[in-house]
């Protein structure tokens, strides 16, 4: 690698890291942000716990129906045992507190 092209592989790097470290900044600097995706497609997933929630919503039912096969199951798992952990607390909270 020639000096010349080192010099400019180091500023794009140094350009790169400036200009992304500012974005996230800026992308962070209020308490809640919610990526974009997160909003449309994570609030119908509450059904798992809650399966009376949103009923007759057919924006909600989109949402479920559009999600990847592989996710149902994990959220669905992961939320369960959250769920049964934060109840688990909660019990041992209410008869020992």
Partial sequence: MTKDKGQ????S???AIIYGIMALQKAFKTPYVVQDDARQHVF???RFIDPELFPDDFITD???SVAPGGIKPSIKLWQLSVW????????CHCCWG
Avoid at 8 to 11: D, N, Q, R, S
Avoid at 84 to 91: A, E, G, P, V
């Fill in 62 to 64: 989109y949402f479920q």
């Fill in 13 to 15: 790097i140094t350009f």
């Fill in 8 to 11: 400019m592989l180091i500023a």
């Fill in 84 to 91: 049964n952990l934060c109840c688990s607390i909660n019990y």
């Fill in 44 to 46: 119908w997933m509450q």
